[in-house]
């Protein structure tokens, strides 16, 4: 079975510093990885994904995870924060391997808050 | 055109209504999904949809009951529902499942209805 664990349920940054969400998976076989972002009362947005092509991924608004397979981790990084940044974030697995059975994992969230 | 559109964005029904919410995405995908997001929580599974045919119901009460007329359109029907089935529910559309146009189907989600249950 696969799972996520998403490690941080809240974390607060300053504006203009690193953010950092920590995300680590768990599946039996080469996963597909995504970060989605859902701002208050918004639906859910991809930030970008994995799909075993290069282990570093780039997404929209400056986001970038790494694939690390020997942490089973995929961390979401933004080099420098801004107040517009702040909405929860889900990091998602993907259940199946082909074929109808296929659904999104998600992790419990991470809150992000960004302070001026 | 990229997006998937919810109507009615907000929505109050008492016990004994019969309401329904309506998804609709115009970007040709065969694939579609209804979500329920409880707050503070991830959206979680409810139906999926391909070529307009039912592929999973995750168990859903009967008193949700979802109907695609067509490749571009997505109901779910609500009749006598329970003030707990109160959230944000969410459609989704991807160009196919997983694995039947192999690579992955980036899912496209809508902005959602918020149901309350009086």
């Known amino acids: 079975a696969q799972s996520v664990t998403q490690l941080d349920s809240h974390v607060s940054v300053s504006e203009g510093t690193p953010v950092l969400l920590r995300c680590n998976y768990s599946?039996?076989?080469?996963?597909?990885l995504f970060w989605y972002v859902q701002h208050p009362n918004k639906g859910l947005q991809l930030l970008l994904k994995?799909?075993?092509?290069?282990?570093l991924v780039k997404g929209i608004n400056g986001f970038e995870a790494e694939f690390k397979k020997s942490e089973t981790s995929f961390h979401l990084t933004k080099p420098s924060a801004h107040m517009s940044d702040a909405a929860e974030y889900f990091c998602?697995?993907?259940?199946?391997?082909?074929?109808?059975?296929?659904?999104?994992?998600f992790g419990t969230g991470t809150l992000l808050a960004v302070q001026p | 055109d990229t997006e998937v559109t919810q109507t009615p964005k907000h929505l109050v029904m008492g016990m004994t209504n019969k309401k329904s919410l309506k998804c609709e995405q115009h970007?040709?995908?065969?694939?579609m999904y209804w979500y329920k997001q409880k707050a503070k929580k991830p959206p979680e599974l409810m139906f999926v949809?391909?070529?307009?045919?039912?592929?999973i119901n995750e168990s859903v009460p009967s008193r949700f009951s979802p109907e695609c007329p067509n490749s571009s359109l997505l109901n779910l029907h609500l009749h006598a529902l329970q003030p707990e089935d109160s959230a944000l529910y969410l459609c989704?559309?991807?160009?196919?499942?997983?694995?039947?146009?192999?690579?992955?189907?980036?899912?496209?989600f809508g902005p959602g209805t918020r149901l309350t249950v009086l």
């Open positions: 989704a559309s991807s160009p196919n499942l997983f694995g039947l146009a192999g690579g992955y189907n980036e899912q496209f």
């Open positions: 599946s039996s076989y080469s996963p597909s």
């Open positions: 994995y799909t075993s092509a290069a282990t």
């Open positions: 998602v697995v993907t259940s199946g391997y082909g074929g109808a059975t296929n659904k999104l994992i």
């Open positions: 970007m040709g995908h065969r694939a």
């Open positions: 949809y391909s070529y307009e045919k039912l592929s």
